[in-house]
């Protein structure tokens, strides 16, 4: 019987060895990634110190919620922070919505992404380019809309 027992606690303890070995390359991805990702919300929220345009918003619209913090791309770590509005009523359209993200964007040194087209606006931290981008979610029949600062590409 004691035999029994203690080959059960060696194949056991043979086992667990095993697959700790087998997962130190999973626990060293999940590693890197969290170190980049906290990098790189770094760089994003140096972009909001001077000024957070994601806490700003026109007249006619409503926060939904509070801020997002996304790092989902396992292979580039990409980092985003986002706030959701939605708009009150049909006083504000999309067009005045962009233009107001924008014309403040340019106010508060972002610089326009001029091939990316005119939505696109870019500040440059650290040696990293974040993106600011508005938009619009189709399903919503433009009632609300995500401000967010990534490193992203627009």
């Known amino acids: 019987m004691k035999r029994v027992v203690r080959w059960i ?7 667990t060895v095993l697959i700790g070995i ?6 060293s991805d999940v590693w890197e990634h969290r170190r980049v990702c906290e990098a790189n919300f770094d760089s994003v929220e ?5 000024f957070d345009i994601l806490d700003t918003a026109p007249a006619g619209t409503a926060p939904e919620g509070e801020r997002d913090r996304s790092c989902t791309d396992p292979d ?12 009150l009523g049909q006083t504000v359209s999309r067009q005045v919505v962009e233009g107001f993200y ?3 964007a340019l106010s508060k040194g972002w610089k326009s992404h001029s091939f990316q087209g005119p939505s696109c606006m870019v500040m440059e931290v650290e040696g990293t380019e974040i993106g600011l981008d508005v938009w619009f979610d189709p399903e919503s029949d433009d009632s609300s809309y995500t401000v967010s600062a990534s490193t992203w590409p627009c």
């Not at 606690?9 to 086992?15: D, F, R, S, Y």
């Not at 140096?46 to 001077?50: D, K, P, R, Y």
């Not at 580039?76 to 708009?87: G, K, N």
């Open 22 to 27: 087998a997962s130190i390359p999973l626990l």
């Open 76 to 87: 580039d770590h990409h980092a985003s922070i986002s706030r959701s509005y939605r708009l």
């Open 9 to 15: 606690l060696i194949v056991g303890l043979g086992l």
């Open 46 to 50: 140096s972009a909001l110190v001077l």
């Open 102 to 104: 924008r014309d403040l």
